[in-house]
């Protein structure tokens, strides 16, 4: 996909700019920010365009720019024609006569080209009347509102109609109707389909696809020992149950969805401290597989869906349900939001910091869920699919009653705490009184200290010689600014023994004191026991409508700075639904609009052109290398036609059919004799194949293909038996190096998969960087894939790499130390070693071991623990050496 031009400058000119470091706290409701720039009431009538702009442009600017075809394009006799602009784009921009095209010229005197130039009262007179809001224009102006899609019917924006399974001349190879149609597509090039792959390597095929690990020992002996009918639907069952399941493909959805454990706009990568609890809903989600119509729904309006106003009002504590279901909205939480509380005292923070913040939530909705690039709409008709600008807002709406760039809650104040008003009215008085409790023992303990502390100052005092006694005393009690020199000089000299503070006062007293030290114990121990009484809720970060109608304008050319007249919420017209996008009226005063949920069940409707095709289509991607569509962040017109298009609507329907199951959608695409071909044929089928399908779009063999960045991570762990099963909670942090690289701490072993690795937008970690972890700058629909040599460098030279493999060398050595090479590839390649591979790595063991064994740092050793060091050392050069080899990293 290739962005707008024009939509990448706006967006680096919103987010151009520094600011200083600033702490949120929590709140527990909603709290608006007044918009950056907003000018105070003054006793100055407000100007006007009919009054004080016209004037001026009548008396120096109608010579060129009004009549019927004014200069450029640029008609200065009518209001409206200020925002809407002439050829060079906008003459004014609202609320920023700095940034407008008008005020630059007219201020550097290049415009009027010719005649008198503005003086600079008149120059001012424009400026203020920009910066105030522009009085008098019409916003109502040129807006491309053309519903006009003759000749545009794209075949993705019609619902999927269920074919026929063909009938095929090889019915043998046909388990189920996913064979028919790639080999009803394969018969008509004359091609045949690959031999089915041996069990081993199905099972490890398997295992990567759906968790991400090298199978087991365990699991292995079983696939293999089982001679029963259906034994692969078993094996494929028991991996989809497996918990290690959702820990995959949530990072598949993740993905798509954008998730980050950071902030990263501008030069700060702020942690986000409770985004976590969104990626432990997906995991769940996946694990149990939530039917993906209700996943959906969740991610969109949970809290509407569950209705967790009326449980906050009503219950006694928020339902599991509830909890859930504002835990999920999490998802329009995922996109990259700067805003502090100190930004409401940047001018126009709404259009540079807020407006981009709904931007991206708005095209990773619809790029996940749609597979379209809506955001070609945000400044003009989409170039390419039947998307009026309009059309845009009118979904960009649908969200705006909860992120509003004009009224918007600093994202670390945007929160909800798990309890409902009964519980945290109930929590509001304990603790207050267990606050007025504490305050009375801090007072308490605070007195002693204050009298203690004047007896010590008295004692210390008294030890001074008396003729500078009072002049101590004297300049002590003077303001540090009131002093004079000598006043100071005595404070410097005494201050700070005669009135230690901090822990030198603590100290001090407790051995001068006697009373002190055991009061300051007992004191501390009660308001321990006290503040155990304190109630804490847990918090999530989510999203929820704030109150009062949100108004959502068409910007012009995407401008937040020129806003168009309001549209109300809608959807893209073009797409054929059953069902019409419907906003239900609520009654005057409800916590929520409704507007996110009626969108989630237009999005969700069983027939739908979009959703379920853009979901099966990507799980198809995971599974082949490639899409049937291979866009699939892209099913418009400019993306790529579908290569098995009856195939795409006949699993859409089965799985709308299958009650949006994932899982199931699993069994029917790894049970088909499609899904176990051998990547590899014979000379003459391979020659064939390539010639008629060189990119193997047909099917006729499976592809092989490289793990991503997460899989090789995980299975290096899994591998050396240092892999952590703990799952959910706080990510592991991650820190930089002085050597650049970004890590997990060594420390942290046995360590944990890689979607608990913190995902820092700015700083990713370095191995994860390397395979290709996509950097989150909005959100990441499809993985690139690079083979260069920095890659195998990290391999070789990483510290998690060297420490892999000797955990790895460990593991051999205590499994089977009569047999290491056997072991080591049995454990790394899933599969027994042949003669030639064995001879060869038992040759380099031999080889190393040597090596190691006359290493200069072995002079003080004994023979027998320089025998045993060189024996793992060598181990572990093997062992690292397998882990970097490409069978590990790519999954046949």
Known sequence: MRPCRCLMLLRSSFLAGSVGLGLCVAATHPVGVAVAGDEKPTDKPALTFERDVLPLFRSKCFRCHAGVEPKGGLNLSQPSSLLAGGESGPAIRIAAAEFSLLYEKVASDEMPAAGPKLTAAE??????????????????????????????????????????????????????????????????????????????????????????LPPSQEDIGRFLGDEHPGAHGRMIDRLLASPRYGERWARHWLDVAGYADSAGVL?????????WKYRDYVVRAFNSDKPYDRFLQEQIAGDELTGYWTAYETQDRLPDDVVEGITATGFLRTAADASRPDFSTIKNAHAQYYYPTLFDTLQIVCSSTMGLTVQCARCHRHKFDPIPQVEYYRMQSVFMSALRPNDWVPQMKRR????????????????AEVGRQVKALQAELDELKQRLSETLFESRLSKLPEEIREDVKAALAIAEKERNEVQAYLVAKFGKTLKPEGEELEKVLGEQFKEYGPKLKDVKARIAEIERRRVHFDEIRAVYDLPGRATTPVLLRGDPLTPGPPVEPGVISAIRTAAPFEETPLPVGAPTSGRRLAFARWLTQPDHPLTARVMVNRIWRHHFGTGIVSTTEDFGVSGSPPSHPQLLDWLATEFVCNGWSIKQLHRLIMNSSTWRQRSRTGREQHKAGTRADPENRLLWRQNMQRLEAEPIRDAMLATSGTLSSAMYGSPHAVHRLKSGDVVVPAKSFPQRRSIY?????????????????????????????????????????????????????????????DAPVTRAVQLAFSRPSTDVEHRLLATFLDEQTARHRDDPENKDATAADIAARAEREALADLCQMLLSANEFVYVD
Do not use: Y
């Open 123 to 212: 120059k001012g007179i424009l400026r203020t009347w920009i910066n105030e809001g522009a009085a008098g224009v019409d916003r109502a102006e040129t807006v491309d509102r053309s519903d006009d899609i003759a000749g545009v019917e794209l075949w993705s924006f019609l619902p999927p109609v269920r074919p026929k399974v063909p009938a095929v001349a090889t019915r043998d190879r046909v388990r189920n109707p996913i064979d028919a149609f790639i080999l009803r597509a394969l018969e008509a090039k004359d091609l045949s389909p690959a031999p089915e792959a041996d069990r081993l390597t199905l099972l490890r095929r398997a295992s990567f696809d759906l968790l991400g």
């Open 267 to 275: 030069s700060e990568d702020r942690p986000l401290p409770l985004i």
């Open 416 to 431: 909800l705490f798990v309890a409902s008003k009964s519980q945290q009215e109930a929590a509001d008085l304990r603790n």
């Open 757 to 817: 690795v913190q995902v820092l937008r700015l700083n990713p970690e370095s191995l994860l960087q390397a395979f290709d972890q996509p950097q989150m700058s909005i959100n990441c629909t499809q993985r690139s894939q690079s083979t260069v040599s920095t890659q195998a460098l990290t391999l070789l030279n990483s510290d998690l790499m060297v420490q892999t493999a000797h955990a790895f060398a460990d593991r051999v050595l205590a499994e089977q130390p």
